[in-house]
């Protein structure tokens, strides 16, 4: 599993990723192959501790394990003395290596930073102490089993260095800043100013992080991953083809009337290096009710969604009839009551039947459910305006709850159940047979 994780961690410098992007299932959903790693990194781990416990039950420790230990270590000191000493120079072995990185497509490193001497001269020195360290703490576990002839106690010994040389490392690794400093002033002066669920849309400004570290909602998301429905839509507010729509997406328009359904009620842009607010015009709240509809196929919705006489307040844009029926006169208020990361409590009085449309993402893991009795027994949650949720009504007083519920929450439950129910009994087994043999 070690090997076979490793390999899907090079991503498109694996011979046959294309193969596995473009056949398998799922596989090209993932978002960065290289963090097949930490998987390949805990079977890793499994690999160390059936180590350490095969090294505890050896009477004595084989001396070819301390002579690979030693020979390891000699060859790391070696060769990281070599490269420091020979590695400086702009004609350098690392200067060399550090080029060949930024070559790669897939490479974080920005070309112009090799021509800086310090940069380079600081990688190079990271690098190096990071070597020195591994092959002292090999040399140090060959001198240990070579001078405590107590396997057990040797090897507890090196075990616990290993930990803490893990522990160490990780903890190095943990840079810090203020929070101020990856906050805009031109955002943290426009906040106030917004409702709480207002959202602001930045445009190739560099500071994508700034409305997370303020508590306001980003108008791209600020989810882990992103939807494809959501997505396209996004990108046909850009004026682009929604073909080969990815998470990348260049945002250019400073406005446009289709932010409004997002609830934009700002964009962010960058002039001559600064920062900018775009107020925009009426955008939507996060929920209202909508009297009318209109029944369009789903590659239809976003050209209906851009037409000059298209009012999100007066229609919704569906691709299947609505049960009930809107209609026409329909007139209603609604509000939230509570609302979590997963749900939303709302309680709506319409005149006659409507539709509600909630301005957040659709997804078809939303499910809406009736708090006590109600007009309705059950609900129906559609796409709205492509990319949103839509929720036909009937004429009265509804208060209802509306949650994220995937198809796969319940079996996925039920399997973990089953698993640790199994664990607890080949537990409780092991102990009874280790009892019976004492």
């Known amino acids: 599993m070690v090997g076979v994780f490793t390999l899907l961690a090079l991503g498109s410098n694996l011979p046959f990723h294309r193969l596995l992007y473009d056949f398998v299932p799922g596989f090209g959903s993932f978002r960065g192959s290289s963090k097949f790693i930490y998987i390949a990194s805990i079977f890793l781990a499994v690999l160390a501790a059936q180590g350490a416990d095969s090294l505890l039950r050896q009477q004595e420790l084989h001396r070819r394990a301390r002579n690979a230990f030693s020979a390891v270590s000699l060859f790391l000191l070696i060769g990281a003395g ?122 190739q400004t560099g500071i994508y992080d700034s409305l997370a570290t303020l508590v306001a909602a980003d108008g791209w998301g600020s989810d882990p991953m992103v939807l494809r429905r959501y997505a396209e839509f996004m990108k046909f507010s850009q004026g682009q083809p929604i073909d080969s729509t990815t998470q990348n997406i260049a945002f250019s328009l400073p406005s446009s009337p289709l932010y409004s359904l997002f609830r934009a009620h700002a964009t962010i842009v960058s002039n001559q ?70 749900s939303l409590e709302i309680e709506a009085t319409l005149s006659g039947n409507g539709l509600l449309l909630i301005t957040d993402s659709y997804s078809d893991g939303w499910r809406a459910r009736s708090v006590g009795p109600g007009p309705q027994a059950e609900y129906q949650i559609l796409p709205g305006n492509y990319a949103f949720r839509a929720i036909p009504l009937a004429a009265g007083e509804h208060r209802l709850v509306v949650e994220y519920r995937a198809a796969g929450l319940l079996p996925g439950a039920v399997l973990s159940l089953l698993g640790l129910g199994s664990l607890l009994i080949a537990l409780l087994k092991f102990r009874r047979k280790s009892s019976i043999v004492t």
């Open 273 to 342: 290096g600064a920062h900018q607010a775009v107020r925009l015009e009426n955008p939507l709240p996060r929920v209202l009710i909508v009297p009318a509809h209109r029944v369009s196929e789903r590659s239809d919705v976003l050209e209906g969604l851009a037409a000059p006489d298209f009012d999100p307040r007066q229609m919704v844009l569906l691709e299947e009839e609505p049960s009930p029926l809107p209609d026409l006169a329909t007139t209603g208020t609604v509000r939230i009551l509570k609302e979590d990361s997963d």
């Open 82 to 203: 070599i490269v420091w000493l020979a590695g400086s120079s702009p004609t350098g072995i690392w200067p060399r290596f550090l080029a060949v990185l930024a070559q790669s497509p897939d490479a974080r490193l920005v070309p112009e930073a090799l021509d800086d001497r310090a940069f380079v001269a600081e990688t190079l020195n990271e690098a190096m102490i990071a070597v020195m360290i591994a092959a002292l703490l090999l040399g140090g576990a060959a001198l240990i089993f070579l001078l405590v002839k107590d396997t057990r106690r040797a090897v507890s010994v090196v075990v616990v260095l290993s930990a803490a040389e893990l522990f160490f490392f990780a903890r190095s690794q943990r840079p810090s800043f203020s929070l101020e400093e990856a906050q805009s002033p031109v955002l943290r002066a426009l906040l106030p100013d917004l409702p709480s669920d207002a959202r602001v849309l930045q445009l």
